[in-house]
């Protein structure tokens, strides 16, 4: 475990073990997981990046997102080199393009990313966003995927709610275990209509940039005067609130991304943060959700 306090870790993991989310199939995972966009593009911080994902195995953070897009596919080569000896430990999750979710290229596609992984198996398998091959094809690629025991489960990124309406529609449709979109306290849009239809279905969210991906935006939640009392209440950072407030509830996973062993710490402590109805509700006026239908966000 590094030079951290195995006293302080061994707290940190314990309330992580508690603030699970429940996939479809009865399979828990922590509510905070960790995410690898725009991981391994830096060769001078691959160390770095490969401590701070074996650090959040350590913490019991063992939902590791990725994706063959993230850096052509190196992103995937560097999990591989993370869990390397420790793969029963964590909750794999890679993507597929949509250009490769059609019948003819999905079993390639999924094999390479297991190839670069080191495994022969991922623990949940997405389709990153729609694209041209019918969803069906894509349903039925998938389902073929986990009888042949290469995925043992299969779900969606960035889907609206007519998406998963269509989805719910098709044969087999409905063995999709999860729906992975943009979701953080400055991008409130699935709070109107998706988020309920996923309640209604009893199927997670997993949102990723949870701490809303650089900019104005994350500049926005870390000087809001709402989230720095909140921070100063519980003596912990901005971004620990915001990253809270995404979790305050049993059915999401949030993935953010963390290349620094400090960052991982912050997240995994933040799931001890229980925000109460007061900070909600003061939070929901600093941020507030829409009123009407809007546009998914996508980054």
Not at 13 to 31: A, H, N
Not at 270 to 295: G, Q
Request: with cysteine; charged share 30%; hydrophobic share 40%.
């Amino acid at each position: 475990m590094g030079h951290w306090d195995s006293e302080k870790l061994s707290e940190i993991r314990s309330r992580l073990e508690k603030r699970v989310v429940t996939l479809p199939d009865g399979t828990t995972v922590p509510c905070v997981g960790q995410g690898t966009w725009h991981m391994a593009e830096n060769p001078r911080e691959r160390a770095e990046e490969i401590k701070a994902l074996q650090l959040g195995i350590e913490l019991g953070m063992k939902v590791i997102d990725t994706a063959e897009m993230y850096g052509h596919g190196a992103a995937e080569r560097l999990v591989g080199e993370a869990i390397k000896g420790r793969r029963d430990e964590v909750f794999l999750v890679s993507k597929v393009y949509p250009h490769n979710s059609g019948l003819d290229k999905i079993a390639t596609a999924c094999e390479n990313s297991l190839k670069r992984l080191g495994t022969d198996y991922l623990d949940l398998y997405l389709l990153h966003w729609r694209g041209r091959v019918p969803l069906e094809e894509t349903v039925e690629g998938m389902e073929k995927l986990r009888k042949e025991g290469k995925i043992l489960r299969w779900g969606v990124s960035n889907f609206d709610t007519d998406d998963m309406e269509e989805l719910w529609g098709i044969p087999d449709g409905r063995n999709c275990a999860v729906n992975q979109v943009l979701y953080h306290l400055g991008s409130r849009g699935i709070d109107f209509d998706l988020l309920p239809w996923h309640r209604a279905h009893r199927l997670p969210i997993m949102a990723y940039s949870p701490l809303a991906q650089g900019g104005s935006l994350r500049k926005q939640l870390l000087t809001d005067p709402t989230v720095q009392s909140l921070a100063e209440k519980y003596r912990v950072k901005p971004l620990q609130i915001a990253l809270a407030w995404t979790i305050r509830t049993k059915d999401v996973i949030a993935i953010p991304k963390a290349g620094r062993q400090q960052h991982v710490l912050e997240n995994a402590e933040a799931a001890a943060i229980e925000l109460t109805p007061e900070d909600l509700e003061k939070l929901d006026r600093a941020f507030p959700k829409p009123r009407k239908k809007v546009p998914l966000d996508m980054i």
